[in-house]
């Protein structure tokens, strides 16, 4: 059985240039999905500070970020020294695509959901 | 240039899993949101999927614990001081209250300040080859304000352009990078 990929939400609370009703509803689904993750406030911002967590958010294993554009969000990990592998991270991008694809791509391993909604609404 | 690096802010978890019961939906997300608009990086732990490793600096661990914790804990090197407190009964803005409380307390960084940086355009460099416009994916060139940058429009910038993404490949970058002062503003 393949271990399931970590997750990595940015909430963009600073730059603001993901569209609110997007990353409001990643959140909403990712907090109802009942899977483990990590959320940070800002990419960019922890970048520009060059937080020491952006080295233990890179980490090892898959990873599945949601964030921005690809190019930005691996130039923002390379700027704080945490550069992410080449292989094994996939990253959804909440300027383009829709809550919807994020959530999909997120809470899913081969078309199959990783985890069940929970009952606790 | 590149800034030192800064102490790293309190890291929080929000722990759901065995000896601890789970937040409703709809608190959990309020919760979630609450703590990211002010600037705080939270790791959900629920069973069965990995989250981000916490070696050194201050977490802090909230829960609906089934059973007391200790408020405080260390790892067997030190480095990483944990603190547990319990957010049963108690609505988003006080567990913010709490966190911010804990914050101050353990001298972490306050999340939040970053404004330091916005790309000023040397004229005397540019070739007007619009290089900037598709490089930036932040959307902060546009024509016109390369050549009547308000302080509106800069203002705009700075809010806008991590720092990093400022520079252009290559030597004849005529992009700089510039520390944010008023009477830079113009």
Known sequence: ?121 | MKPNPVAPVLRIALYESAGSAPLSAVNRTELLKTLLEKGYAVSCIRPGAPVASVFAGNLLVLGQFDSDKPLEAESADGALSVHFRTIADLSSQQVLELVESLSRECNTAAPGGWKPWFPVIDYNRCTNCMQCLSFCLFDVYGVKCRRQNSRSKIAQLQDRMPRLLARLPGSGDPVSQVQSRPDQWR
């Open chain 1, 1 to 121: 059985m393949t271990k399931p990929a970590r997750i990595l939400y940015c909430h963009c609370a600073f730059a603001q240039v993901v569209p609110t009703e997007v990353k409001q509803e990643v959140l909403r689904r990712l907090s109802e999905s009942g899977v483990a993750f990590d959320a940070v406030a800002d990419l960019c911002e922890m970048s520009a500070r060059r937080d020491p967590g952006l080295k233990q958010l890179a980490g090892e294993g898959t990873l599945k970020i949601a964030a921005c554009f690809p190019r930005a969000v691996r130039g923002l990990f390379i700027a704080a020294d945490a550069a992410l592998p080449e292989q094994g991270v996939e990253i959804l991008n909440m300027r383009t695509d829709s809550a919807e694809q994020i959530a999909e791509a997120l809470l899913t391993v081969n078309g199959k959901p990783v985890a069940f909604a929970e009952e606790s609404k």
